[in-house]
Each structure stands twice: as C-alpha cells, then as structure tokens.
C-alpha cells in the first residue's frame, strides 16, 4: 500500500495525521482510543483521535 499524505499537524513524533491509499481509503493516524462510552472494538480494529482540525483539513483536502 502507498499513501499521501492530506492532512496533518506533525510535531516531532506526535503526528495526526489523515492519509489515502493507493488502494482507495483512507489512514488516519493519532493517539489510540482504548476505552470511551459507546466504543466497541472488534477483533483487529483500533480507534484513534484527531483533532477537528485535522479532520477539516483532510475533507477540504478531498474537495467534498
């Protein structure tokens, strides 16, 4: 898989970061998500956190 990057606020090693893949989806990287009200993980499947910000940015990245 190849990604690009679209949106991100990186600060040294703490980066949230929204990419798309070669393959049609989209990656998002942030702080793990590990317990919260309503959240139910299954087998394989994380959560992460992104600041609204970079969530704008990756929406207006992908111009809808």
Same mark, same amino acid.
């Given at each position: 898989?190849?990604? +690009?990057?679209?949106?991100?606020?990186?600060? *040294?090693?703490d980066c949230p970061t929204v990419y798309v893949? *070669?393959?049609?989806?989209?990656?998002? +990287?942030? *702080?793990?998500?590990?317990?919260a009200g309503g959240l139910r993980l299954g087998d394989g499947e994380q959560a992460v956190e992104l600041p609204m910000s970079v969530v704008r940015e990756a929406i207006s990245a992908l111009g809808t």
């Open positions: 898989m190849t990604l +690009q990057k679209i949106a991100g606020d990186c600060h *040294d090693r893949s *070669d393959r049609g989806t989209v990656v998002f +990287q942030g *702080d793990a998500v590990t317990e």
